[in-house]
């Protein structure tokens, strides 16, 4: 069966510090992946999806990138983090027009 | 642009009684509408997935029905439990694209 891991659950990091949220899906091949972003009391907003490897489209321009290095891999970046990015990051996979999301990282930057 | 809303956008009912939350998008061109439990703190759970060519899909207790003319979904709940405390999204899949639009959400607590 398809799992999907993302990781870390939690995270506190400074203003200015670099950022990488990882995210790994078992069980199936070529996927499409996204990385979603959650904030307080607001809707889910979609910030990356990908349909393979290094094929990145970007919803939201904003601080962040995301990279697809391998098939089942996808991987949230930033540079310089923003009070602003903080949040609640979930990760997701889609085949067959059904997506499944991961437990999330809650992000946030002091 | 496909905009999703979910009514209402919190509910509060005793335990037992039967649900039903509203989805509403401004865009009848979808693939596929697909509904998740979203527990305090963590990930999303799917629910139900009902294909454009569908008219309702069961699981359980649950069942969700689309009118794509029109624009709505509904989730019907029977017989509310405490455990069903959550909350609940609903999110479109639109043609030609690979992405999924959500509502807000409707948070939902069913007292014991």
């Known amino acids: 069966s398809q799992t999907i891991h993302q990781w870390p659950a939690t995270l506190v990091q400074p203003v200015g510090s670099p950022l990488s949220l990882e995210c790994t899906v078992e069980g199936t091949s070529n996927p499409n992946l996204y990385w979603y972003r959650q904030a307080a009391g607001r809707g889910l907003q979609l910030l990356f999806y990908s349909v393979g490897i290094g094929q990145i489209s970007s919803e939201v321009p904003q601080n962040l990138s995301a990279s697809r290095p391998q098939d089942r891999q996808f991987i949230l970046s930033s540079k310089k983090l923003l009070l602003s990015d903080s949040g609640f990051y979930l990760c997701?996979?889609?085949?067959?027009?059904?997506?499944?999301f991961g437990q999330g990282t809650r992000l946030t930057v002091v | 642009k496909q905009e999703v809303t979910q009514i209402p956008a919190a509910l509060s009912v005793p335990e037992g009684e039967n649900l039903v939350l509203n989805c509403s998008f401004t865009d009848s061109a979808i693939y596929n509408l697909q509904w998740f439990r979203q527990d305090p703190g963590k990930g999303l759970t799917s629910l139900l997935l009902i294909q454009s060519s569908q008219r309702e899909q069961t699981s359980g207790r649950l069942n969700a029905s689309l009118d794509k003319s029109s624009g709505r979904s509904t989730l019907y709940i029977a017989a509310s439990q405490p455990g069903d405390s959550a909350t609940y999204l609903c999110?479109?899949?639109?043609?030609?694209?690979?992405?999924?639009?959500f509502g807000t959400g409707t948070r939902l607590k069913v007292l014991a």
């Open positions: 997701a996979w889609a085949q067959n027009t059904e997506a499944f």
């Open positions: 999110a479109v899949n639109p043609s030609g694209t690979y992405k999924y639009i």
